[in-house]
């Protein structure tokens, strides 16, 4: 949700800020989905030598809760 407001995630915007494959609240192609919707193998491929594993899931809440709170013209 709200991801009209994230450059990178914008091509999977259905046009009212939900991504297209969320179904009733639920991802319908979690199994196959990007990487990018894939929390821990982002963290696997760019963030691993960079912070722990608990320091980037904390980061992960904080931006998506900022998210939320942005203006939907950001």
């Known amino acids: ?3 009209d407001r994230v450059e990178c995630l914008k091509e999977l915007d259905r046009g009212d800020g939900q991504c297209k494959y969320l179904i009733n609240h639920l991802c319908s192609i979690y199994e ?3 990487d990018i919707c894939n929390v821990d193998k982002m ?3 760019f963030f691993q030598n960079k912070m722990t594993r608990e320091e980037y899931y904390q980061l992960n809440l904080q931006g998506c ?3 939320r709170t942005w203006p939907a013209s950001r």
């Open 1 to 3: 949700m709200h991801i």
């Open 32 to 34: 196959k989905r990007p």
């Open 43 to 45: 963290y696997e491929l």
């Open 65 to 67: 809760k900022e998210i």
